[in-house]
């Protein structure tokens, strides 16, 4: 079995400086931190690196997200699998981007990290290296992450715990799999399969996120419409509540043919915006609903509908199609 990693850096290989602070070491150093965490790997797989950037997530952007999914594309024919090593910070935005940008992927795509580096005594850079280099063996495709014990779909993962080596959730879904003893999968997981990769790459940055707090001046989301964004996601209250005072924000979007998405603060759960007079009628002016996707997935999404979408109609129809397991709307209006 042939896999490629795909280095971006990350806490797995960063060292500490004088101050006592985590930094990225020189590339060369890096690439050797990253090969030197288990020297046995090669017993599991035959494995090949390549480098995309070696930086703290904090700093990945949407042209990092292209520049994975291209290079992807162009080894995806000389490797049974693949391994993106990538800070814990953005790695659920990365794996939710490069759901969308890779379809019809009949191999894995696995993100890993760790929450303390390699180089460290406790390190759980090892366990999660190596059982992201397990799990690409085995008969399942599609983009996902390996942290800790669980495997967990690229759009329903988030970070939800600064510390804990157990940092990732899925959020409205079930876990892709489980690491025990052995691996263990879900019924529902896709298997490798010899269908064409069909790269879909482009995200729309001019995008903003706001959350609504009690008290949030309807001017601040006013000048956000001047800026020239290209799309806007607001985190609702509860079911995708959005207060009366907005409404005019709302009637403003739709006047610049801008698109804004709803999603709630809660962690889990969905939006049911037709359940109360302050949801109705925020979607009665023409919200997206996000339904159950998490902020990362509904971020990325959009990002990537804007560029695959002409209007608000089109960008609605890209949000509300199921992908990749990002979202479910069956039995619910919108």
Known sequence: MKLLILFCGGTLVMEQDR?????????????????????KLSQVAELAVTYIDNIDSTNINPSHWDKIARTISEE????????????????????SALSFALQNIG??????????PGSKIETDARRNLINAVRVATHDIAGVMIVFYERIIWGTRASKVSESKLNAFQSLNWDLLGEIR??????DNHFRRHDGKLNLQTGYEQNIAVATFVPGTPTRVLLQLLESGIKGLVLRGYGSGNVGYEYLDVLREAGKQNIPVVVNTQCMEGATLMHLYDVGKKALDLGVIQGFDMGIETCVTKLMWALKHADGVDAVREIMHTNYCNEINIEGKLY
């Open 19 to 39: 101050d006592g602070v985590l930094v990225a070491p020189p590339h060369e150093r890096a690439v050797r931190n990253l090969l030197t965490i288990e020297p």
């Open 76 to 95: 995806y024919n000389k490797y049974d699998g693949f391994i993106i090593t990538h800070g814990t910070d953005t790695m659920a935005y990365t794996s």
């Open 107 to 116: 191999k894995p795509v696995i993100l890993t990290g760790s929450q303390i």
């Open 181 to 186: 003893i052995d691996i263990r999968f879900s």
